[in-house]
């Protein structure tokens, strides 16, 4: 295996890895939060995750803040996410994401539709030892997304820009993650051709009515699990998608 860097100091493995980065300076992030409000966001995401009975590392809890100040501030010019209160997105953005880490056991996670980075970015902050790849078909999702990588200096983080129907996931991811993008159905039929080599397609969604599920091809196991913790606004549950074994 042999490896090619480009003249930014990303270096892609020709197996068709994760790309990192080599050490490079990387600039200051811009203070947009004043700290009253920055310890206000930190002691709000340290009682969701209480709430949600997980732990994080201390560095990796103040890049989720440094992430949520960048989204804030991209989301002013933007338009990225409905959500344009910081401590709303504590909840709905942070919380949220991490509230499916708990069944994230792959080494290689894709996030298609990431959008802004959900759940993907947060999950991928959280869990540095795994890689993640982005995939959104938005330019300026993109670029917003490779601004993240390189302010927080994340090696762990691919973003690609690319439909999700007609890219190709290679090599095949151990697991696809998804934060309501559409319904079942039509998401397995994209993914078939990961799905069908053993990865796990994990829906986030809301309320899962009978018949979404039911739409699903019978070549396909789909178990649903429950997301829920104390001060939770909204339903939320997660759809595993996996095919069933060939007789």
Same mark, same amino acid.
């Given at each position: 295996?042999?490896?090619?860097?480009?003249?930014?100091?990303?270096?892609?493995?020709?197996?068709?890895?994760?790309?990192?980065?080599?050490?490079?300076?990387?600039? %200051?992030?811009?203070?947009?939060?004043?700290?009253?409000?920055?310890?206000?966001?930190?002691?709000?995401?340290?009682?969701?995750?209480?709430?949600?009975? #997980?732990?994080?590392?201390?560095?990796?809890?103040?890049?989720?803040?440094d992430y949520l100040e960048l989204l804030a501030d991209w989301n002013r010019a933007y338009n990225l996410t409905a959500v344009d209160d910081p401590l709303d997105m504590v909840e709905r953005h942070l919380v949220d994401s991490l509230s499916i880490r708990p069944f994230i056991d792959g080494q290689r996670i894709h996030d298609v539709g990431t959008g802004a980075g959900l759940p993907g970015m947060v999950l991928a902050i959280a869990e540095p030892e795994r890689s993640f790849v982005l995939?959104?078909?938005?330019?300026?999702?993109?670029?917003?997304?490779?601004?993240?990588?390189?302010?927080?200096?994340?090696?762990?983080?691919?973003?690609? #820009?690319?439909?999700?129907?007609?890219?190709?996931?290679? %090599?095949?991811?151990? #697991?696809?993650?998804?934060?309501?993008?559409? %319904?079942?159905?039509?998401?397995?039929?994209?993914?078939?051709?990961?799905?069908?080599?053993?990865?796990a397609l994990q829906a986030m969604k809301g309320a899962l009515d009978a018949d979404e599920r039911a739409a699903v091809p019978d070549a396909y196991n789909v178990a649903i699990h429950r997301l829920s913790w104390p001060g939770q606004r909204a339903e939320r549950c997660l759809a595993i998608v996996s095919r069933r074994e060939r007789p």
């Open positions: 295996m042999t490896d090619c860097q480009d003249n930014m100091g990303w270096t892609r493995s020709d197996a068709g890895g994760i790309i990192r980065r080599s050490a490079l300076a990387v600039a %200051p992030m811009p203070q947009q939060f004043s700290p009253a409000l920055r310890t206000t966001l930190e002691t709000r995401l340290a009682e969701g995750l209480t709430a949600l009975g #997980q732990q994080l590392a201390p560095e990796a809890h103040a890049r989720l803040i995939v959104d078909s938005n330019g300026k999702k993109l670029r917003f997304l490779r601004q993240v990588v390189r302010r927080l200096d994340l090696d762990n983080v691919e973003p690609v #820009q690319g439909r999700i129907e007609s890219i190709r996931l290679d %090599p095949t991811p151990d #697991q696809i993650v998804a934060r309501a993008l559409a %319904p079942l159905a039509r998401m397995v039929e994209w993914l078939a051709p990961a799905l069908d080599q053993g990865a």
